[in-house]
């Protein structure tokens, strides 16, 4: 008779709990999905344009595709821009008859001599980095120095420092 090497038997241990090990988490994330969707009352359903045979899709990827979406809150695309926040703009600005004027501060200055950019902020929030010509909240980017930034909104012209 012959013996086996030392590791082997370790080794089949091992690779038996392994493949147990992998069960178990297997079934345990099927129920959870199970668990989620039946708290919420959905069940998944293939996208449209997928066939379904006995009542499962055909493709292990719309099955996915349903669950997601069946298990995600909303309507909204996550690989869309989100809708625009809504401004209280002029109307919501405005006290008795004269209106409140929202000027920007300069937050935020990257200067070079090909691609200047700035970023402007006032009360309703932050403009994102801009470029000259640009415009937040009506104001336009009228010039952008190493130091300063020009902006101007109608016949008014304002200098910003960088911070």
């Known amino acids: 008779m012959t013996e086996m090497p030392k590791g082997t038997n370790a080794f089949w241990l091992g690779l038996g709990l392994l493949a147990i090990v992998g069960l178990f988490l297997g079934f345990s994330a099927a129920g959870a999905v199970r668990a989620v969707l039946q708290s919420?009352?959905?069940?998944?359903?293939p996208a449209s344009g997928q066939s379904v045979v006995a009542g499962r899709s055909t493709t292990p990827r719309a099955d996915k595709d349903a669950l997601i979406a069946a298990a995600v809150p909303g309507e909204?695309?996550?690989f869309r821009d989100p809708p625009p926040l809504k401004s209280e703009g002029a109307s919501a600005a405005r006290t008795g008859q004269q209106e409140v004027r929202e000027v920007p501060i300069c937050s935020?200055?990257?200067?070079?001599?090909?691609?200047?950019?700035?970023e402007?902020?006032?009360g309703s929030g932050s403009s994102g980095w801009l470029r000259r010509g640009d415009q937040f909240l009506g104001w336009k980017i009228?010039?952008?120095?190493?130091?300063?930034?020009?902006?101007?909104?109608?016949?008014?012209?304002?200098?910003?420092?960088s911070p």
């Not at 919420?40 to 359903?45: H, N, Q, R």
């Not at 935020?108 to 700035?118: A, E, F, N």
């Open 40 to 45: 919420k009352g959905l069940s998944a359903v």
């Open 76 to 78: 909204r695309d996550p």
């Open 108 to 118: 935020g200055l990257l200067y070079d001599t090909i691609s200047p950019l700035v």
């Open 120 to 122: 402007l902020a006032a």
């Open 142 to 161: 009228v010039q952008i120095n190493p130091k300063t930034v020009t902006i101007a909104k109608g016949s008014e012209s304002i200098v910003l420092h």
